[in-house]
């Protein structure tokens, strides 16, 4: 056929990245979760018939691209095309089959025209609670996957339209929200029925063969933009580490991630050889989800605006050892990969930092904070999971300061709403509020990190909290300061003690206070050459102390911080004054 025309190209694009959008609105607002609902932990796209991604919902930087490894596998192995059927969903969250970890299960579901699959619509969304070892799955002293929950190969959860009833009751039996998991598949499976009717609807508009077209010119158009902007980086070798600082088993040890960012012309390669060996604890990383890092990465230091799709993914190789923390072998845990992907990223932003000076910004906090909360709740009399997911800064810009209690670049989900906490589950905020002196001090501040306090108002709740960054300083770049480390507590009776980063199952009282602290983020440049006014405004806007204004900066404040006193000799001199 014809080439179709730049117009129709451009329409057609577009259409099919507003139908993984819409998708994902319908998902989001259609789940029963609050971890979906509110906080959009999840994503929605569209792959063709041989399982390239052709559109993405812009979501979920940590969802980029895992699905289609899993749905080739599946294709090849179990679903060939030719046993599909219209109205088939397929399930699977097995990480050892192309997945991420448990809590995050795909949908797949074939697209028909004229009797013939064309391409798959699919979402993936983290659930509440998929059985295993702590509520919301996500023990921390687990030591194999069988601890963390419901594993699922790829299966039919649906054929010609109906429902694969025993595997329903098999996981309505193995959760603590039965109503919440079912209701949140129910949830995927409408949008992934959205996805399905928009894609016919834009074959029966367009004819389907101009619609596979565009989507496989889209995809070679993306890759050369790509290769174009990887050639404007300097070749060579680039090389940066970070730690984890335990995996919640062995708690003396660090987990150490290292790469080698190899820039050849138009590829890229991210080598991790010399990390650590796969751990006890679930805190590994397969390969796909390290690959969601890597691509990340990628876009972000060339061309954001550059398409999500399977294009993106082809000028970069990932270089993984087998048995390491980035590449375990099963059946080891891997519950809480995503605080290795985020420290990944960050480790992979340092080494491009040595690529593209006055280009990347500092270390951001890289240790996003998840916490449930369960047990009976005394309105309802029903056992209930609270889940959250607790971001924080992001670091200092080259050019502008760094952004204040946000999620983490890889996650970028968003908070659970106080109003829709507590009216769910027995718990009352207490707190929650921006952190002074948490963003590294520099010529552009870090952003800042956040509190947030629980109360618990019902007896016998259980606390399960997976965090990590209370050694690890986000680290500024250019003279810039680290940001604070995280920290979290316990007030039992007026009394607060340091509650442990990776706690599972912890019994709570009735009046407990939880209180967690976000790591902070780094600055950039040298704090002395920040302008006296703007670090007068920190002061007035509360994000700067009056200490840390002198001791930091150079600049003095009168008591009530509204004017400036004197100005240090060592700013003087480094502003030549």
Not at 38 to 54: N, P, R
């Amino acid at each position: 056929m014809a080439t179709p025309d730049l117009v129709t190209t451009e329409v057609v694009h577009a259409s099919l990245v507003s139908i993984a959008e819409e998708m994902m609105a319908t998902l989001q607002r259609s789940a029963y979760s609050v971890v979906i609902r509110e906080a959009a932990d999840c994503s929605a796209a569209l792959y063709d018939a041989t399982g390239q991604l052709i559109a993405q919902s812009e979501s979920i930087p940590a969802h980029l691209g895992f699905a289609g490894g899993a749905l080739r596998e599946t294709l090849r192995t179990k679903f060939p095309l030719e046993k599909l059927r219209p109205g088939d969903a397929i399930i699977f969250n097995d990480p050892y089959a192309g997945g991420s970890h448990l809590p995050d299960v795909a949908l797949f579901s074939p697209v028909f025209v004229d009797g013939v699959a064309i391409a798959f619509s699919v979402t993936v969304a983290h659930h509440l609670d998929v059985g295993g070892r702590a509520p919301g799955s996500i023990g921390n002293d687990v030591t194999d996957i069988f601890q963390e929950g419901v594993r699922l190969s790829p299966t039919m959860f649906y054929r010609d339209g109906e429902i694969n009833e025993t595997l329903e009751d098999l996981l309505r039996t193995n959760t603590r929200q039965p109503e919440r998991l079912l209701g949140d598949l129910r949830a995927q499976l409408a949008a992934n029925k959205t996805g399905v009717r928009r894609l016919e609807e834009l074959c029966a508009r367009h004819g389907v063969d101009t619609v596979l077209q565009v989507a496989e010119d889209r995809l070679d158009y993306t890759e050369r933009r790509l290769r174009s902007c990887i050639q404007e980086i300097p070749d060579g070798r680039y090389f940066a580490e970070g730690f984890l600082d335990e995996d919640g088993v062995d708690r003396d040890k660090k987990v150490w991630i290292r790469c080698t960012v190899i820039v050849d012309g138009s590829d890229m390669v991210y080598d991790f050889e010399g990390s650590s060996q796969q751990c006890r604890g679930p805190f590994n990383a397969v390969p796909a989800a390290i690959g969601a890092a890597a691509y990340l990465i990628t876009k972000c230091v060339t061309d954001p605006d550059i398409p999500q799709n399977e294009g993106a993914f082809r000028p970069v190789k990932i270089k993984a050892p087998k048995g390491s923390v980035v590449n375990p072998e099963f059946p080891a845990p891997c519950g809480a990969r995503h605080y290795t992907v985020m420290r990944t990223a960050d480790v992979l932003l340092s080494a491009m930092a040595k690529a593209l000076p006055g280009r990347i910004p500092a270390q951001s906090n890289a240790h996003t904070t998840a916490m449930s909360i369960s047990g009976v709740n005394p309105h309802t009399c029903r056992y209930g999971v609270y889940f959250d997911l607790l971001g924080g800064p992001m670091g200092a810009r080259p050019n502008k300061d760094g952004l204040d209690a946000v999620d983490d670049y890889v996650g970028n989900v968003m908070n659970v709403p106080v109003e829709a906490a507590e009216l769910e589950y027995p718990l009352e905020f207490g707190e929650y509020s921006l952190l002074p002196d948490s963003g590294g001090a520099g010529q552009f501040r870090g952003g800042l990190a956040f509190r947030r306090s629980y109360r618990v108002t019902a007896p016998d709740q259980s606390l399960t909290l997976r965090s990590d960054g209370e050694e690890h300083r986000p680290q500024g770049l250019f003279g810039g300061g680290s940001g604070t480390p995280g920290r979290k507590a316990l007030t039992r009776d007026g009394e607060q003690a340091p509650l442990y980063q990776k706690i599972t199952g912890m019994l709570l009282e009735q009046g407990d206070v939880i209180t967690i602290d976000t790591p902070g983020s780094g600055g950039y440049g040298d704090p002395l050459l920040r302008p006296a006014e703007m670090v007068l405004m920190d002061v007035a806007d509360g994000r700067v102390s009056i200490d840390s204004a002198w001791e930091l900066y150079g600049v003095r404040l009168d008591p009530e911080g509204k004017h400036i006193v004197e100005y240090s000799e060592q700013r003087k001199a480094a502003r030549h004054e």
